[in-house]
């Protein structure tokens, strides 16, 4: 478990059973990790997936409400039946079903079912196989040693999340696609904005203003890549966006909405989701200096290990939505068709008949069937080899030069979708 600095003052009803709180309710994100941990728990020992109703918005219609998935049997399942559970039906990243006009920007592989679904991972899915990851070893090596540089330079106490968790993932993605340095600032706050929600650093609670600031930075981040995609067209390079614009795989490629789209996912999914983990790395090995020494003493035996650990109880993506094709039964729970079922694999990575002592960060633990990237099927994590590779570097980095590096307390983001950490001081 990690402790953390909450949102709000924590003067709210105590939770004692499933009834004292409603996942659907803002002010439960808003909460203190423990009592986050304690819901849950209460969740996964009810005989049936319990049922909210949805909140209202005043840019999606008010849906039929949802059945909270939080054991990990529901999620693999529903994730290895997508014809079942879909996920192109209103979207997949949010409860309320998306309007239009917000498909146009983050409707990517993510929110499709197949056969687009399909057609768009086949394109881009060549990017982020093991053999061409293999090739951006070099590239993640030499940021991971830039960024530990600046970092001695700069001297303890600054804030890990900005100057060095963010920083590698950031650098790897807009390398791929070609996005020059300069750009880099304004990815990095736009990427905040989409996932910063009701934050009031990022968004604010005001919902059409959040809107308008979700739109615009996702007009803005596409724009960006369509432009260069433009330029790639007659002056192609090695990167990414030059294949993805040039290449004709089985007669297919991507249209330049579909590239736009493609690029907010993996900016989002790729930077942000990455960034938390590194972020949430770092705090469990400072509470944890037991699993801290045991890493140091066996870095490259353990650090795999560590690694899946990291992710399982980072769980950096909160939950996804599926909405029922048709009527299904699983495991005991008759679903019907139109109904909605959220995955929350924060939920699923906790769940003590799978994960023994769940809470507790074991770097050896074995076997280690988290869903951290995803449950299994389509949508499984298409850069989940990228991120692993990123993490791995960046702590072989760290600990290797500042072994005794160590995270305060982390600021978390006010978010029922992203299990975020805005800031961490670091210290060494």
Known sequence: MIDDMSVTPAERKPIVSAADFDL???DFWARPMPE?????RLLRGLDHPAFYEEMEISFAPKGPGYYALVK????????????????????????PD?????????????NMDDPRHARLRRIVSRAFTPKMIKQFEADVEAAAVRIVDDLIARGSGCDFVTEVAAKLPLKIICDMMGIPERDYGSVFDRSNVILGGFDPEYGGDDMTTVAEKLLAAGMELQQLVQDLAAHRVERPTGDLTSSLVNANIDGEKL???????????????????????????????????????????DLDGHLPGAVEEIVRLASPVNFMRRKVTRDHEMNGQLYRKGQKVVLYYWAANRDESVFPDPLRFDVTRDPNPHVGFGGPGPHFCLGAHLARREITVMFRELLRRIPQIEGGRPERLYSSFINGIKHMDCAF
Not at 98 to 110: A, H, K
Request: with cysteine; net charge negative.
């Open 24 to 26: 659907s309710d803002y």
């Open 36 to 40: 986050r941990e304690h819901a849950f």
């Open 72 to 95: 990990h049997a529901d999620i693999l399942e529903a994730s290895r039946n997508p014809e079942v559970f879909c996920s192109g039906d209103g979207g997949a990243t949010n409860i």
């Open 98 to 110: 998306m309007p239009p006009e917000f498909t146009e920007y983050f409707g990517s592989m993510i």
């Open 255 to 297: 249209t330049a909405q579909e590239l736009g789209s493609f690029f907010i996912l993996l900016v989002v999914a790729g930077n942000e989701t990455t960034r938390n983990a590194i972020s949430y790395g770092l705090r469990l090995l400072t509470q944890n200096p037991d699993q801290r020494a045991l890493l140091l003493a």
